[in-house]
């Protein structure tokens, strides 16, 4: 399931903008309904934005407040700063073996 | 080092023959099987996902880190996805070392951290036909 | 529990297969395996010898002292005797248990308890043509 | 190879006596150049009495004086009294794996 959907509220003055995308596993997937998304996000948001963001939506209250993140397929801290084309996973409790 | 994801079935004792080299004196190969309850519950399947790209990253790092850390000769990581019957392979770990003692280190620091790093998961579906997501550990993510 | 002293090159994959059980979701199989070098010495094969009776009775009472000291579901040793080249399997050991600890746990103990108490010996031949008993470890004997 | 000899010498008044089993492994029975060895003691005899014994004999002074032993197949200490029948066995340093 992919949805697109966009941070930046129309009517707005234009301002630059990252395309960052979200991946949902597990849990969190079942959770929101979707296992991609597709985000426009203002330049400089962090991943605490896009969190805080994405828990606004209908839907996606159930994403934790402060997910395990991992961008780029490597973990980081929630003050990450996205960039353009950032591949953002929210990674729930793991549990190979 | 061959560390991978795979939706094949898991030939463990290939995977314990490919590690062997002639200054290996021990061979230790683990292996992760569905069994057929937890916490109580009578399990019939497992149902594993990996965020595979990462998860086979992060298997790599682990098969270097563990390699770095110990003397061993030669290490393998094959982590099966997809469904799963009690009784097949989930993981296989094989650590071939010139000695034993290294051989043991190795390989239960690599299940443990395994366990701890990398981005798999497992659903449990019940005999009473129920299904759940298999409780995890939160991954440690580097500090701001 | 297969516990017991061989002539016949080992099955170890066999051996794994048969100590797992539905209720155990870890197998750990290790495998000693003659390399070619000791001590900074090329060796090109070991010559096994045991007290062959005393040796099957320790290693059953090690399998038994095992099977109550940890959870396990099963335990079989085989200690193979006789000529043996670089590369084959001289002793391997599987542990089956509900979670990985014990059976790493377990595996270590029996592994570590062989090398103290089970009468063999081995006799190391090297690439130079001589040879020589490997030194051992002198086993406890109860106190007078 | 299997020899056999007595610790009773002869012309002696005529005493009760057991009869052991003695066995070589590895490194002792390369030294002393046999691997069985069937012998008849005195009654009372102790383990550490045969070892005294084997020590005088020509070509088994390379015994160690104080070896682990094996009195039918379990390790014993060296005042165990042996027993018409027993298997004593001689265990140099193990060195199975």
Same sequence: chains 1, 4.
Avoid at chain 2, 39 to 53: F, I, M, N, Q, T
Wanted: glycine share 6%.
């Amino acid at each position: 399931m992919v949805a697109k959907v966009s941070a930046l509220s129309e009517g707005q003055a234009p301002v630059e903008k990252v395309h960052v995308r979200v991946l949902l596993f597990a849990a969190y997937r079942d959770r929101l309904g979707a296992s991609e998304l597709d985000l426009e996000l203002p330049v400089g948001s962090s991943v605490t934005f896009l969190i805080a963001y994405l828990r606004e939506q209908r839907g996606a209250e159930a994403l934790p407040g402060s997910p395990a993140v991992a961008v780029n397929q490597e973990y980081a801290p929630l003050n990450t700063v996205l960039e353009e084309g950032d591949e953002v996973a929210f990674i729930p409790p793991v549990a190979g073996g | 080092m061959d560390c991978r994801i795979t939706t094949d079935s898991i030939d463990a004792a290939a995977l314990a023959n490919r590690v062997r080299k002639n200054s290996d004196g021990a061979v230790l190969l683990f292996t992760g099987v569905v069994r057929d309850h937890d916490a109580g519950r009578s399990v019939v399947s497992l149902k594993y996902e990996a965020y595979a790209e990462m998860a086979t990253e992060k298997l790599r790092e682990i098969c270097s880190a563990v390699a770095t850390q110990f003397d061993i000769g030669d290490i393998a990581i094959v982590h099966r996805i997809g469904e799963l019957s009690v009784g097949e392979i989930s993981v296989a770990i094989a650590v071939s070392a010139p000695h034993r003692d290294a051989a043991y280190n190795a390989s239960r620091e690599v299940i443990e951290r395994l366990k701890r790093e990398v981005p798999i998961w497992k659903r449990e579906r019940y005999a009473d036909g129920e299904d759940s997501w298999v409780e995890g550990t939160e991954p440690q993510v580097p500090e701001a």
